[in-house]
């Protein structure tokens, strides 16, 4: 079984920065695309930022020049490092990824259980 645990939220003032972690743990082969989502109140759930296996990036426009995803292989683990934080940034951050846990099986994705980042002075 594989579960998606993320870390790092929490509240931070405009213009603050916080780095949110997800770590992916039990019967892996590998990992394909890892990415973050989030949903705010009142609206969908949206792409944030999207890295593969071979750490090529992409973000959405809104946070682009902003925020930073990154991964460690090693660990099973993705990061976003999130600066100059708005309160239009506040919503609850999850964690996705496409995982392979045997070869010659397809991969399928996994959700976290989702983190709460709220933007506020």
């Known amino acids: 079984q594989v579960q998606l645990v993320e870390s790092g939220g929490g509240l931070v003032q405009p213009g603050g920065s916080l780095r949110l972690s997800c770590a992916a743990s039990?019967?892996?082969?590998?990992?394909?695309?890892m990415d973050w989502y989030r949903q705010a109140p009142g609206k969908q759930r949206e792409l944030v930022a999207r890295?593969?296996?071979?750490?090529?990036?992409n973000y959405a426009s809104s946070v682009k020049g902003r925020f930073t995803i990154s991964r460690d292989n090693a660990k099973n683990t993705v990061y976003l490092q999130m600066n100059s934080l708005k309160p239009e940034d506040t919503a609850v951050y999850y964690c996705h990824a496409w995982i392979t846990y045997l070869p010659g099986n397809p991969p399928r994705d996994y959700w976290g259980q989702g983190t709460q980042v709220t933007v506020s002075s």
């Open positions: 890295i593969i296996s071979s750490g090529g990036t």
């Open positions: 039990g019967s892996i082969f590998s990992i394909n695309t």
